[in-house]
Structures are given as C-alpha cells and as structure tokens.
C-alpha cells in the first residue's frame, strides 16, 4: 500500500511550453528502506499508456477508494502519519456518514410513498371495474341464469367448470372429471384442463373452498371478484414499469390514468370477463415490469434476485393459464434477441433470461400433460437456435464495424433457419400439422393467395383478426396518449440506433450513466421497450385483436417518456442548449409536462368516469333468457345442442353437452361448427340431418340473426361464407348471385312441411330462436 500510495501522489507538472518541472520529477523517487535501497514502483498504466495531452473521460477516473489515498502524503515506514492524517479526515468532515444516511432514508421515502401509490391506483381501478360492472348489467339483481349472459362472447363455458368445481364432492375428484371429460363436446373424452386452460378455474375454486368463502361472498362475486383483482395488479405492473425507467412514481399515475381512459382499446373486462386473456396478461405485466428491473444497470444484487425470481414464476404462470402465451413470449424473446446481438444488454443477463424461458417451458410442458404445442413453439425454437449459433459464433461482437456487420447479418441467418429447421422437425415428429392452417391464414390474410374454405374466410371475418379501424387512432389522439407515445418513441429510437452504431464501432457499454450524459437510448430496459412496443406495434397494425397487447404499454411508454429528465436530456443534448443549463431544464419540463397533462385529462375525463359510475344502464334479453330457462328445465340431461359456437357456450354453462365450443385455435372444433352453420346454408333436409347425427346431435338451435344476418362487412356473413363454400354461387358482372336446387335450410325448415317434418320436429321458438328436435326415428310424412 505504500507503493501505491507513493505511486498516486507523485505527478509531473507539465508547463505550457511543454517543459517538466523538476521540483516534481524529482519527487518521483520513493523514499528509501531501511536497507538503503530504494523502493521500486510499478509503472501507472493509465499515465503510461494514455498522452498527456488526451484527458481521460470523467466516467473513466479513478474510484472513490483511490482518490482517498491520493490525499495521503509520504508516509513513515511505522505508519503513524498515516493514521494522523486518517483521524484528520475523520474531523474535519462530520457530516459525510449522516449525509449517506439522509440519502438512504430519502430513497426508503420515495419508494414507500412510490409503492403507496402504486397498490392505491390498483385498488381504486378494482373498485371502479367492480362498480361499473354492477351498473352495468345490475348484477346483484339479477337471477343466476342472467348473471351467467353476462359473460357474453361465449366465455360463460368457463364459469361453468368453475361451478363443476365447487359442486364436486372433492377437488380430486372435480379434477379427475375434468381430465376425463366426456360430458363437454359430444362422442369425445377430451382433458379439458389442457385443452380450454382451466387452471384459472381450478384454482379459484380451490381458494373459495380454502378460505371459507362460502358462507360469506356467492361463488359469482368471489369468480369475478378474483379477475378484477388481477386487473388491479395488471395497471400495478405498469405503474411500477413506467416508474422504474422514468425514476418517478408520476409516471406511473400518468400512466394508469391513460390505461383507464382508453379502457375500450387496452382490455376486454368489461364484457367478457372468464376470457383466458383477463386471466393471464396481468401475469404477462408483472413479468414485464420484472424484466424491466431485471435489465437495469442501476439495481442492487438483492434487487435483481427478486426481480430474476419474480420473472421466473410470471412466466411460467403466463404460459399455464392462457394457451397463446408461448407466442407472446416469442415477440418479446425476438425483441431481446435484437438487444443482445447489437451488445445492448449484458451477457449474464442475457444468459438468465434463456434459462427462465427454458425452465418455465419445461414446467409447463409437464403441467399440461406434455402438450406437444410446447415442443413445437417459436419460442423453444428461437431459444435453441439462439445457443446454438452463439456457439459457433463466440467473437460475434469483436472486430471493426464492418466485420461486426457482417457477422450480425450471418447470425440472423444461422440463428432464422435453424429455427425453422428445428420446428419443422419437431413437428414431423409429433406429428403436429396445425401450423400448415396457420400458414394458409396468414396468406390469405396478406392477399398472397385465396380460398373458399369456410374456417379460414370466417376467421377472416372476425374483428380480432381485422385490420385495426382509423377511430381506434382517432381514441388515441383525443386522449393524448398517441402523440406524446410516437414523440417519446422517435427519441429513444434514434437515441437507440446512435447507441447501436456506437457498439458496433468498438465502444463498450457503459454502466454508470449520468443525467448530464444525455444518453437515454443506453438504457437497456429503455431499449427494450422501444423493440417490445415496435414489434407489438406492427402486429397491432396487422391484427386489430392484438391492440390489447401493444396499448397498454403504449400508455405506459409515453407516460415514462414525458416524466423522464434522461429524456428531455437527451434532446437538449441534440439541440445543443447553451442559454438555459440543460440539466435544470430537464428536471423542470420532467415535472411541469405530466402535472399540465395530468390536469387537462382529469378536466376532461373525470366527470366522464363519474358519469358512468352513477348512470344505470340496462342489460336486457328476455329471449336468450326464455331459451336457457326452457333448457334447464325442459331437456334431458343426456341431451346434445347443436349451435353456433357463441350460442353453445351459454349452452354449456347449462352443464349440457354441446357438438362445439367456442375456440378458434383448435381445428376440430371449428370444422364441428361449420357442419353445424350448414343449417344457414341451401343443403337438403337429408344433408343436414346427416350432418348433425355425425355429431350425435340431439337438438339445433336456429338463430333469427344469423338466418336474417345482415353484416355491415362484404362478404362476411355466415350465409355467404357457406354459399360460397359450397360452391352455391355465381360472378355475373362482378356481382355475386346465390344458386342451388334446395332453398336455405334456415328458412325453409319453418315452413312445415316434407321432408323437413320427416327429420326435424320444433320444440321451441320465440323471436330470436327457433329449437328443433333431430328425430332419432325418421317419420315419412307426404
């Protein structure tokens, strides 16, 4: 230690002319040891390598630890000086333990207060969904048969494993019904758990059983209650995102202010609630905002390992509840994928992140009963090409810019088809030929080729699978979210693009940036999220359905961008701002622009919330009501419905069997249905009773809508799809004409007479629908 410290007092002092001074070379050398001989130094490698002339960046000076021995003069060999000067230290500077002091109790403020405000917001949007859902449909008033078309689009089916759950005579008992479940589409024993993803389900009845709910909350409230609590977390997630890169809980408020203004365009709780997607993106949430955490530079050892653990269990949480999850993970593992080959995140996290993807995958391969789809995902796909061409690539981020280029290009391609490659082969092996109809979809999607086949136009022609309308960017824009979002998405794109060629140009990544530095695009988790929204984004543009993964975080992203002064820094630093002091400025407009915004938007949108809490709207369909009473207490247990999918999950909440369910990612349920949408079509009475005893049909359900369906989308409705399915139509001109030697089943089947009479036998009707008896024994009438 006396070598060193003898080694960072002694300096030249370099004049002007360039001419050393000798009183300070002459103090270069060490004093002697009591041998005589005198001590040796080691050469300084930052004096000796760097010129006199070239001034060492201040991110590069020497630690606190060393300037603190640069304060230390000669020394005697028995250390006395040493110690004197060291108590000397101590007493002329009293105040630097309590300063850190008051630094740590400032920051333990802050997050109490952050954390405070988080929960809080979460708790009140709960509040709020609870509330409107109440005035809404008035919920407590109605009956269960009622309270059950509420889950409207079909979901109701999920409320009714739930049911079977809580009426079972155990949980192990419920559960093994449902792995063998012969009671939910007819002539198949399906594992529902996997196929419908009801672990939601499951585990919420397990809580309403464990925590002795039943005496105090009905199962409904407790069911719906438990969703409204995950949304709650779901805005707490991005309230903590926002806050964790923008270094402000403001943020946060910002954010979830927008989340609940554009509440339309950010989920569909308030008309669907058992959807999987309510279920799991509160999940996905968290996981974003623990990567967000995890990617920072600027996180304590502790912090990270929660941040890592917390990721882990989201994650494979994510990929349990909800059976598209793989593919949400697979955007978001491409948007790491881009940040690791331009050398914009850390290897060892990088390294972290793929073993949470893998393990998770694992975990729930075995959950689901190894479900083939986990073997096969993009994901797995990704990951596994991933490792494998960073093998055969190890000094892929060394070298000159064009080198790194070039060898960033031959890794897109090792790592692309290899992926391709690797699925293909898992597919062939599992036997798995789903992908084949999702490919044909995204042609046809894309106008790359055409078909007549009815699943894939009526895919087509469902809103989720449209193309985005101009008033959800008009909804946007009114709300202010928009044009805040593609202004702090500008500057932290081009930010991240100047930090990526900064990279591929040799300059290492640094990790103690400052606010003066101006650099927002260093940030990691910053680049994350400009790739995470770029990437949802697009797919936004494409499918409208999946607005409900890019807008939240669209919300999110502009409320960080407007209270972040690393932000507003950066662009001082392009403007090069000299009159007003940048950083001063920074923090300032960081403050000033999200309190004016916040205030403009609770002027606007607040007696707007209100208007809605206290208006009492009205939910009112006696005929679906009349249908499902006459079904519970009119048919057999033992009976099977034919319907339209959205009709039959209503149906199943009964508890009877169904010939279909409303899915739209599993191929055999959607040909079920096309069999049974043929009684909307010119078939024979004899077509479509064929048809509908292949699916042991007991009874079909008519609906008045789609029989008289007028779609305001050309060509989409369920009429026309199957006319020209079928072949039963005609181009004259450019004009569709519809043609067949039978009349349309829908209509015809009304009228009463043979040989419609001979097969079916009307059991009930009202306005909307019509209930058909399939005659198990044909009676010829003439």
Request: aromatic content about 12%; charged content about 20%.
């Amino acid at each position: 230690m006396a070598e060193l410290r003898c080694r960072k007092v002694v300096g030249e002092k370099e004049h002007p002319n360039g001419e050393v001074d000798s009183q300070h070379t002459n103090a270069d050398s060490c004093p002697e040891d009591e041998s005589g001989n005198e001590q040796t130094t080691s050469p300084d490698p930052v004096s000796d390598t760097v010129p006199k002339s070239v001034s060492v960046p201040e991110s590069d000076t020497v630690p606190e630890s060393d300037t603190i021995l640069e304060d230390n003069v000669v020394s005697s060999p028995d250390g006395t000086e040493e110690e004197n000067e060291k108590q000397e230290r101590e007493t002329t500077s009293p105040t630097k333990r309590p300063s850190s002091r008051s630094v740590i109790l400032q920051r333990l403020v802050k997050v109490f207060f952050g954390c405070l405000a988080a929960v809080t917001c979460g708790m009140m949007y709960a509040v709020y969904l609870s509330t409107y859902h109440e005035r809404k449909f008035w919920f407590s008033t109605r009956q269960e048969v009622e309270r059950e078309l509420t889950f409207q689009g079909g979901s109701a089916m999920y409320y009714y494993y739930y049911k079977h759950m809580l009426s079972a005579p155990s949980f192990e008992k419920g559960v093994y019904d449902l792995l063998r479940d012969n009671r939910t589409v007819s002539g198949q024993t399906i594992n529902a758990v996997e196929q419908l993803s009801l672990y939601p389900e499951l585990i919420t009845s397990l809580l309403y059983k464990l925590t002795g709910s039943q005496d105090v909350i009905e199962p409904v409230y407790f069911y719906i209650g438990v969703v409204f609590g995950l949304q709650a977390v779901y805005v707490t997630a991005l309230f903590i995102s926002s806050w964790v890169m923008s270094g402000t809980w403001v943020a946060g408020m910002l954010a979830v202010a927008w989340y609940i203004i554009n509440r339309p365009d950010t989920t569909k709780v308030d008309y669907a609630i058992p959807l999987r997607e309510n279920w799991a993106l509160p999940y996905f949430s968290c996981q974003v905002a623990a990567l967000t955490g995890f990617l920072s530079n600027n996180i304590s050892s502790a912090a990270e390992m929660f941040c890592y653990l917390l990721m882990s269990v989201t994650t494979f949480t994510f990929l349990a509840v909800w059976e598209q999850s793989h593919y949400v993970l697979f955007v978001q593992g491409l948007a790491l994928f881009l940040l690791d080959c331009f050398d914009l995140v850390q290897p060892r996290k990088m390294a972290d992140i793929h073993k949470v993807y893998l393990s998770s995958l694992l975990l729930a391969y075995l959950l689901q009963h190894q479900k083939s789809d986990l073997l096969s995902c993009p994901l797995l796909s990704l990951l596994m090409a991933t490792l494998l061409a960073r093998y055969f690539q190890k000094n892929m981020k060394k070298g000159p810019l064009v080198a790194r280029v070039l060898k960033i290009l031959l890794h897109f391609y090792l790592v692309f088809t290899t992926a391709i490659t690797f699925s293909y082969v898992v597919k062939k092996i599992l036997h798995v030929n789903e992908d084949d109809f999702a490919l044909k979809f995204l042609q046809v999607k894309f106008g790359l080729n055409s078909t007549i086949d009815f699943i894939t136009n009526l895919l087509l022609c469902q809103d989720a699978f449209l193309s985005p309308t101009q008033d959800l960017f008009l909804r946007l824009t009114h709300a202010s979210v928009l044009p805040f979002y593609l202004l702090v998405l500008l500057v932290c794109l081009l930010s991240t693009l100047h930090t990526i060629y900064r990279r591929l140009s040799g300059e290492p990544m640094n990790l103690n940036l400052r606010l003066e530095d101006g650099r927002i695009g260093e940030q990691p988790e910053v680049t994350y999220h400009v790739f995470h929204t770029l990437l949802f984004g697009a797919l936004a543009m494409v499918f409208d359905g999946l607005k409900y993964l890019w807008t939240p975080y669209v919300c999110m992203f502009a409320a960080f961008g407007v209270c972040s002064p690393e932000l507003w820094m950066t662009i001082f630093k392009w403007l090069r701002l000299k009159s007003v002091h940048p950083v001063v400025l920074a923090l300032i407009l960081s403050t000033a622009v999200p309190t004016i915004i916040g205030f403009s938007l609770w002027r606007e949108y607040f007696p707007r919330v209100l208007s809605e809490l206290s208006e009492l709207q009205e939910f009112y369909d006696p005929d679906t009501v009349e249908l499902m009473n006459w079904i519970k207490s009119q048919v057999p247990t033992a009976a099977v419905f034919a319907g339209s999918p959205q009709l039959l999950g209503m149906v199943k909440c009964s508890g009877l069997t169904v010939t279909s369910l409303p899915l739209y990612t599993d191929i055999s349920l959607l040909r079920r249905s096309e069999s049974t949408y043929q009684v909307y079509a010119m078939r024979s009475a004899e077509d479509v009773y064929k048809l509908l005893m292949a699916n042991k049909s007991s009874y079909v359900i008519i609906e008045e809508s789609l029989c008289n369906e007028m779609s305001p989308i050309k060509g989409c409705r369920i009429k026309d799809l199957l006319d020209y399915s079928n072949g039963h139509v005609v181009y004259d001109k450019g004009e569709m004409y519809a043609f067949s030697k039978h009349g349309r089943f829908c209509h015809e089947i009304k009228m009463n007479y043979s040989p419609y009479t001979n097969y079916f036998t009307r059991v009930f009707w009202n306005r909307s629908y019509h209930v058909y008896k399939v005659n198990s024994v044909i009676s010829f009438q003439y």
